[in-house]
């Protein structure tokens, strides 16, 4: 669908430990792009306006044609009223991610702002399911907040992970790769991640590595890829390769999908600090099953982007 030539999208910038994100209202969006028909015809949750957002998504986030960014987010009302919002992920590709650890925290600092709530909980419906956010503390520009995110996934299809007759959950698996067979856990955090580890990032190849594994046929919808360096039962350093990204400096799910790994190879406790390139972020893996995450926002800047213009 063309832009129109007075196009123009109300936008705010954030970063969850470095891992930067662009979020706007969908109401907004569609307001501003002039698709107000998609609402009566199609509606806001289709295929098609996917397929237009993925579109705006890869200009937006160009760092020269844009506004330069990990992703997208774009906020709808919730389907459920008892809910606060529902929070759409795209990655700078055009891809859509199930889930973010990071950009739901981005999307929550917004939501607090353009509804001046003053509750302390949020309830995000995301592709993966619905999602509680905690505020922690919050500031002008400056938040820190806890995310619940459920469950970890280990059922083979379900993350998808497409090898046959492995055990549940998928833990040392042999992944044969052009650097070499490499022993992977294999989980889901709401999308797929396969975790690896290493005693020293400085020699390893782990971005040539990373980027073959998030394409590797084993994965049908690609996966995220973590190298993790355990530092003691309760600190572990992590390396990211985001699918539809790249190298990120950090990932709030590839953080919890770490510590999940470590935790089922018997090499950490349940409460553990990530350290990733961009600072720390905690995990926690409660024997109920249940994965929560704590980590910052920082709102980066408000404004209006012209598409037309680029």
Not at 11 to 36: P, Q, R, Y
Not at 118 to 130: A, H
Not at 216 to 240: C, G, M, W, Y
Not at 258 to 286: C, D, F, M, Y
Request: positive net charge; charged residues 25%.
């Amino acid at each position: 669908m063309p832009l129109r030539a007075r196009t123009k999208i109300p936008f705010a910038k954030f970063h969850g430990l470095s891992n930067t994100w662009i979020v706007v209202n969908g109401s907004d969006l569609l307001k501003g792009l002039g698709w107000t028909d998609l609402k009566g015809r199609e509606g806001p949750f289709t295929r098609g306006a996917n397929d237009h957002l993925s579109s705006l998504t890869r200009l937006m986030c160009n760092p020269r044609r844009g506004l330069g960014a990990d992703g997208l987010i774009v906020v709808w009302p919730p389907r459920d009223r008892r809910h606060d919002a529902q929070v759409w992920f795209f990655n700078a590709d055009g891809s859509q991610p199930e889930m973010s650890g990071n950009g739901i925290r981005c999307a929550a600092a917004f939501i607090f702002q353009i509804k001046r709530n003053r509750t302390q909980k949020l309830s995000i419906e995301t592709v993966s399911g619905v999602k509680t956010i905690t505020t922690l503390t919050a500031g002008k520009k400056r938040w820190r907040f806890r995310v619940n995110l459920g469950e970890p996934v280990f059922d083979p299809p379900k993350i998808p992970f497409a090898s046959r007759d492995v055990d549940i959950p998928v833990v040392g698996f042999p992944l044969r790769t052009e650097q070499g067979e490499f022993d992977v856990t294999i989980t889901s955090i709401g999308n797929p991640h396969c975790s690896l580890f290493v005693t020293d990032f400085r020699t390893i190849q782990w971005r040539i590595i990373g980027r073959e594994i998030e394409t590797h046929p084993l994965f049908p919808n690609r996966t995220n890829v973590e190298f993790v360096k355990v530092l003691s039962r309760q600190d572990i350093a992590v390396r990211f390769w985001e699918r539809g990204v790249g190298e990120t400096r950090s990932s709030g799910t590839g953080s919890c999908a770490a510590v999940v790994a470590a935790v089922l190879n018997g090499l950490t406790g349940r409460e553990v600090k990530v350290h990733t390139s961009a600072g720390r972020l905690e995990v926690s893996w409660r024997r109920s099953g249940e994965l929560t995450l704590v980590g910052p926002v920082v709102l980066l800047k408000r404004g209006v982007y012209y598409p037309s213009a680029r």
